[in-house]
């Protein structure tokens, strides 16, 4: 059964540092991993999606890494901004039969302080 | 397409009532599902539709809850008889095969 784990569950840092979100999966036969955004009571915002065939992707101050191998992600966010302050999901897809449902962390709380 | 719509935003209902959740997804995407969250915990697979074909149930979906999506638009998410643990908040998404899911808004629904 695949797990997904997230470190740190908390992540408090000052407005402009750079900052490296983690999530490590037990199961490497993935097809793909997805990182989310939740805002308080909020539904989730997709910021970046990486097939198993790469190895990072970037979408402005955002680069997510993928080592499927070791079953490990990174979600780096540069010069961090109060407005990044949510929760960030990290979500796999097994590759196989089920490789319509996602399995989730419980995500990291980020804080950026002005 | 202004993405994935839910409705109500909030329910609130006194235990033992039924309770429906309306979902329009992207109409391009033929695949739906209904995901559950809880506080402090990532979202949990419940069911999972293909064009109005439901194609898998979680074991957390009991007897109680029942899902549809008649001709493959809107999806339906209906709990009888809730329970106070039914509380938590109610995620459609909906996607291309094998492409990245968009999430809607949610349905939080609290039972007292």
């Known amino acids: 059964k695949q797990e997904v784990t997230q470190i740190p569950a908390a992540l408090s840092v000052p407005e402009g540092e750079n900052l490296v979100l983690n999530c490590s999966f037990t199961d490497s036969a993935i097809y793909n991993l997805q990182w989310f955004r939740q805002d308080p009571g909020k539904g989730l915002t997709s910021l970046l999606l990486i097939q198993s065939s790469q190895r990072e992707q970037t979408s402005g101050r955002l680069n997510a890494s993928l080592d499927k191998s070791s079953g490990r992600s990174t979600l780096y966010i540069a010069a961090s901004q109060p407005g990044d302050s949510a929760t960030y999901l990290c979500?796999?897809?097994?590759?196989?039969?089920?490789?319509?449902?996602?399995?989730f962390g419980k995500g990291t709380l980020l804080t950026v302080n002005p | 397409d202004t993405g994935v719509s839910q409705n109500p935003r909030h329910k609130i209902t006194k235990r033992g009532q039924n309770v429906t959740f309306r979902c329009d997804p992207i109409?391009?995407?033929?695949?739906l599902y209904w995901y559950r969250q809880t506080l402090g915990q990532g979202p949990e697979f419940l069911t999972y539709?293909?064009?109005?074909?439901?194609?898998?149930k979680s074991r957390l979906l009991s007897d109680r809850f029942s899902a549809e999506r008649p001709k493959g638009s809107f999806s339906t998410l209906e709990i009888q008889r809730t329970e106070q643990g039914d509380s938590a908040m109610y995620l459609c998404?909906?996607?291309?095969?094998?492409?990245?899911?968009?999430f809607g808004s949610g349905t939080r629904l609290t039972v007292v």
């Open positions: 979500a796999v897809t097994n590759s196989g039969g089920s490789n319509y449902k996602l399995t």
């Open positions: 998404a909906s996607s291309f095969p094998l492409g990245g899911y968009t």
């Open positions: 539709f293909q064009n109005e074909a439901q194609l898998e």
């Open positions: 109409s391009e995407h033929n695949r």
